[in-house]
Antibody, heavy 120, light 107 residues
Framework: EEQLVESGGGLVQPGGSLRLSCAAS????????MTWVRQAPGKGLEWISY????????HHADSVKGRLTISRDNAKSSMYLHMNSLRVEDSAVYFC?????????????WGQGTMVTVSS | DIQMTQSPSSVSASVGDRVTITCRAS??????LAWYQQKPGKAPKLLIY???SLPSGVPSRFSGSGSGTDFTFTISSLQPEDFATYYC?????????FGQGTKLQIK
């Protein structure tokens, strides 16, 4: 079964750091571009980061540029979101997803999400 | 950046009804459009890609159409499991913006 599992969420103070992980299984991870999407409590979906299958290109939403950075380790079938200088408004459920280039780059496999709460 | 505007933001309907949601892009995106379904506490699920194509396993009561800037998503005959929030998203260029969502509620 093709699966993505996020981990690493939790409570962090404003200005703090966190690293989210996304572990893939059931498919050849190195063949796929990957992405992060977040959802603040009671709000809609917000795309935030994208990484090519070999580690580039990298794209980030303006709202997170310079503070959140996407990376991957194909040998570990894992993707990461390095979160620095966190703000209250970064509090959200963070989903990782697989990008399917054969489906107009739609996000065809999603993880269950991991919650990040930024609060003092 | 390309903005996506969905309407309505919420709709009430009954089992068996036909429901249509629209999505408008602020500039042309050809058919680089996807639709997702999200239930409370769950991850989104891909329902439509390329504006009108269904992934394997998605029921045929779901359909999509459109090209350029105007798109529609239709459920031909609502089933109890279809009550959820639906999002459109473009993948034409970065940032890959989502619409604000349409909450489909039971009448």
């Amino acid at each position: 079964e093709e699966q993505l599992v996020e981990s690493g969420g939790g409570l962090v103070q404003p200005g703090g750091s966190l690293r989210l992980s996304c572990a893939a299984s059931g498919f050849t991870f190195s063949l796929y571009d990957m992405t992060w999407v977040r959802q603040a409590p009671g709000k809609g979906l917000e795309w935030i980061s994208y990484i090519g299958n070999s580690g580039d290109p990298l794209h980030h939403a303006d709202s997170v540029k310079g503070r959140l950075t996407i990376s991957r380790d194909n040998a570990k079938s894992s993707m990461y979101l390095h979160m620095n200088s966190l703000r209250v408004e970064d509090s959200a459920v963070y989903f990782c997803a697989r990008v399917e280039s054969g489906k107009y780059d739609a996000f065809d496999i999603w993880g269950q999400g991991t919650m990040v709460t930024v609060s003092s | 950046d390309i903005q996506m505007t969905q309407s309505p933001s919420s709709v009430s309907a009954s089992v068996g009804d036909r429901v249509t949601i629209t999505c408008r892009a602020s500039q042309g995106i050809s058919t680089w459009l996807a639709w997702y379904q999200q239930k409370p506490g769950k991850a989104p699920k891909l329902l439509i890609y390329g504006a009108s194509s269904l992934p394997s396993g998605v029921p045929s009561r779901f359909s999509g159409s459109g090209s350029g800037t105007d798109f529609t998503f239709t459920i031909s005959s609502l089933q109890p499991e279809d009550f959820a929030t639906y999002y459109c998203q473009h993948t034409k260029s970065f940032p890959f913006t989502f619409g604000q969502g349409t909450k489909l509620q039971i009448k």
